[in-house]
């Protein structure tokens, strides 16, 4: 199994919102082709983003999201493994901002 590690959040600035998908690593790391990210927004608008191989530590791609209140925008990641199948990898909502 071609495992990753990615790390997805909000930027949490209003101004200029953002999710941003952030690669941190795993024992795929050299072998996954590429990371496809998709943010399905709160207002229906969908923005698309990759990250090309070679995948390192650190790599990121950035996407507008929005700052409604009381919704989240939908982050969905997939990764491209040598055979060339995308496996997704994460899927969830992503608020705007949290407190703690």
Do not use: C, H
Request: proline share 7%; no cysteine.
């Amino acid at each position: 199994m071609w495992s990753l590690e990615v790390q997805v959040q909000s930027n949490g600035f209003a101004p200029d919102p953002q999710i941003i998908t952030t690669v941190r690593g795993g024992k795929g790391l050299n072998f996954i082709q590429q990371v496809d990210v998709k943010v399905t927004r709160s207002d229906g608008i969908v923005e698309t983003g990759i990250i090309p191989k070679p995948l390192k530590v650190g790599d990121s791609v950035s996407l507008a999201s929005t700052t409604a209140p009381g919704y989240a925008d939908r982050a969905e990641v997939w990764a491209t493994d040598p055979q060339g199948v995308k496996v997704k990898i994460f899927d969830d909502y992503v608020p705007f901002r949290t407190y703690n």
